[in-house]
């Protein structure tokens, strides 16, 4: 026992963070590390070169087509960020302050949409949004059209897919903050003659921007990253940058194309997020 | 904190590396156990859909009954995404087989050297099959059957078309009224690089010189209701009825045509190019005897008349004979025929498909 106590020791609990810190360290920081190193990379002939350059770079931020996809896909993102948080937060609002004995079911049919996969529920909206698809039907139907309407492979009817995918993120995410606000502060503000509405205004919304920020980011995050929606509800005609990276690298074998793309794609998020994220915090402190 | 806390708590320097150590081991090592093969399983990658009911039937299910084997199949994935699997794994994907590789993969992988090289020795069916077709290729692949790109016409709703021209230029053959049922591929899909090349052709042009091809597809763009990648994603449109024109493998036409959808194959007055299926193994099979004797199994001529006649493919070796006469009429069956048809430029193809991918997205995004 004298020897072993002379050992320098490890906290039990380093190892429960060395785990997982391994785990990031072998999967996503090395494979990101050589990500980064092959988008520096010349490739010739569909092949990767040693010779290093700055090529890659150059012809995506140049190219109108890839400024476009890049522009689709932040548009994408920050259009499904606000369409589930506006329609998020009154049904979150309605799901923490029911007091309806099915709550627990209306809570779990609101997050239902998580149990399917992304691919059924996309190609839920290919059956409806095709150009011989049930909107059409109905439309031709109902007479308030005469021909029929491409709603698909479009910009639109990615943000439809995404935003109706994603949408329990947010819900979960704002239910988190609403469940966080002290009841006794709108009994407070209705006490001192502060109508419903205005309590919601100055007191509810306030407080539970922190929630509305967490439930934006998280849903622009996933958005932004998103494959198979876009790949099937917008087609090889209108690609977001997942599809243009999956493309380079799978398609044409282009890696260092497809390496530049995704650093770009990353270095753009990241930014994104630590400005929001920043924004956040100053909100929070004022 | 007592010495006793500390003790229960802290795990020593030594201690915590050793059980991080057989962690490690336990974890890097489970896949090998737990997906451990005998060398009587082979895994074979190839095409999904409809093709992998036949290549299973027709082909799979009778080399396991000959040699007494399991084989996997692996349907997952194009020609480009099978090969991108050969590469991000330095030529070990986990398949022993690729058996649906299309050229201009098969000589990257050559150049890459992912693929193993293959002679008469591992192959003795190689002598057998189309011989130009072979000296197309490098040597590490072995052809084993042969498409084209035909063109693709709704009856009910369009006249046959006649020429390469009346894809390109629908309004001029058809009028306004066939807007929106037009379909284009990804030139991630040959055969969306082959209908360019025709459209290169019809304007003069050709694989060095694909201008005339853009000016047609700016042309068509209008008249394009529906844009996809792979073959098996038109499916669904032609089964529809919606899509009334398309370039298509003249395999996959054959067949949906042979189930009923009311459409016609043709072959345009200016030809088709073939398309030049192959099967390689990569350099990191586990079980090469077994590829080997797999690929030679393919070219074996009871094989080669199951396979084509049930797919509507041309057989990759031209000496066989006694092929029912409706099959011979739309197949490349003889040298003859072989000789009517264009082969691909290649070298071409490998060195600009990239750009004209980006042409491409360019026009049509």
Known sequence: MAGTSKRSRVPAHWLLIAVPAAVLLVFFVLPNALLLSASFLKSEAQQLTAAPTLENYRFLLTRPLYLEVFLRTFVIGLAVGAIDVALGYPLAYFLVRTRSRWKGLLIALSLAPLLASVVVRTYGWYIILNRFGIANDALLGLGMIDQRIAFMPSTGAIVIGLAHALLPYTVLTIMGSLNGINPNLESAAMSLGATRTRTFFNVVLPLSLPGIAGGFILVFSIAISAYATPAILGGPATQVAATAIYGFIMQLLDWSLGAALAVVLIVCSLTLLYAASRLGARRAVL | ?365
């Open chain 2, 1 to 365: 904190m007592t010495t006793e806390q500390t003790l229960n708590n802290e795990l020593d320097r030594r201690e915590f590396i050793r059980r991080a150590s057989a962690a490690a081991v336990v974890s890097l090592g489970a896949p090998y156990v737990w997906g451990q093969r005998t060398d009587e399983t082979l895994v074979v990658n190839s095409f999904g859909g409809e093709y992998q009911e036949l290549f299973e039937k027709n082909v799979i299910e009778p080399f396991e009954k000959k040699f007494g084997v399991k084989v996997i199949h692996d349907a997952t994935g194009t020609s480009s995404q099978d090969y991108a699997k050969i590469r991000a794994s330095k030529g070990a994907p986990g398949f022993d087989v690729a058996a649906a590789l299309s050229p201009p993969e098969v000589i990257l992988g050559a150049k890459e050297g992912l693929l193993e090289k293959i002679t008469d020795k591992e192959v003795p069916n190689l002598k057998f099959t189309w011989e130009k077709a072979r000296q197309t290729l490098p040597p590490v692949t072995v052809i084993h059957t042969l498409q084209f790109d035909s063109l693709l016409y709704n009856k009910d709703k369009v006249d046959r078309p006649a020429s390469w021209a009346d894809y390109w230029q629908p309004e001029k053959r058809y009028g306004t009224k066939v807007k929106g049922h037009v379909i284009n591929y990804n030139p991630a899909n040959l055969l969306s690089v082959y209908a360019l090349i025709h459209a290169a052709e019809l304007g003069g042009g050709g694989a060095s010189n694909m201008d005339p091809a853009w000016a047609l597809l700016k042309s068509q763009k209008p008249y394009v209701g529906a844009v996809v990648t792979t073959s098996a994603e038109a499916a669904p449109h032609f089964e529809s009825g919606e899509v009334w024109l398309s370039p298509y493998w003249s395999a996959r036409a054959g067949y949906y045509i042979s189930r009923g959808i009311p459409y016609g194959m043709v072959v345009p007055k200016e030809g088709v190019i073939a398309n030049i299926d192959s099967a390689s193994v990569p350099i990191g099979a586990k079980n090469k005897k077994l590829a080997y004797e797999f690929i030679n199994f393919m070219l074996e001529p009871a094989t080669q008349r199951a396979w084509c006649q049930a797919y509507f493919c041309s057989p990759g070796r031209g000496d066989l004979t006694d092929w029912p006469k409706a099959f011979m009429d739309s197949q490349i069956v003889t040298k003859q025929q072989f000789d009517s048809v264009k082969l691909p430029d290649l070298d071409a193809i490998g060195a600009n498909r990239k750009d004209w991918t980006l042409r491409w997205q360019e026009i049509m995004g």
